[in-house]
């Protein structure tokens, strides 16, 4: 089992930023490639940023490139979601996600294990 605990999130005016931060305990981190995911109300989850187990390789949500920045620390067992530019819509609970292979998906479906999520409230 691998157990996830994001923090940082929070409330932040439009054109803040903020770094999301997500803690893993349990199996060997180095081998889960991990995710970030929002859900605002009334919306479904989405995809959000994904990274590789390496951390070489990652993708992003086209409503967030440029502006978030996905990173790892297998040594500490921890992925970052830098956030920069928020804008009002990016209003959501974001949660982290595992997966036991190489690289990151944009599907939920593919993660096994989920965090409880963090709030992000960007007012304008």
């Known amino acids: 089992q691998v157990q996830l605990v994001e923090s940082g999130g929070g409330s932040v005016q439009a054109g803040g930023s903020l770094r999301l931060s997500c803690a893993a305990s349990g199996r060997t981190f180095s081998r889960f490639a991990m995710g970030w995911f929002r859900q605002a109300p009334g919306k479904e989850r989405e995809f959000v940023a994904a990274?590789?187990?390496?951390?070489?390789?990652?993708r992003y949500a086209d409503s967030v490139k440029g502006r978030f920045t996905i990173s790892r620390d297998n040594a500490k067992n921890t992925v970052y979601l830098q956030m920069s530019s928020l804008k009002p819509e990016d209003t959501a609970v974001y949660y982290c996600?595992?997966?036991?292979?190489?690289?990151?998906?944009?599907?939920?479906?593919?993660?096994?294990?989920w965090g409880q999520g963090t709030q992000v409230t960007v007012s304008s």
């Open positions: 990274i590789s187990w390496s951390g070489d390789s990652t």
């Open positions: 996600a595992g997966r036991n292979m190489p690289l990151g998906s944009t599907t939920l479906s593919a993660y096994n294990y």
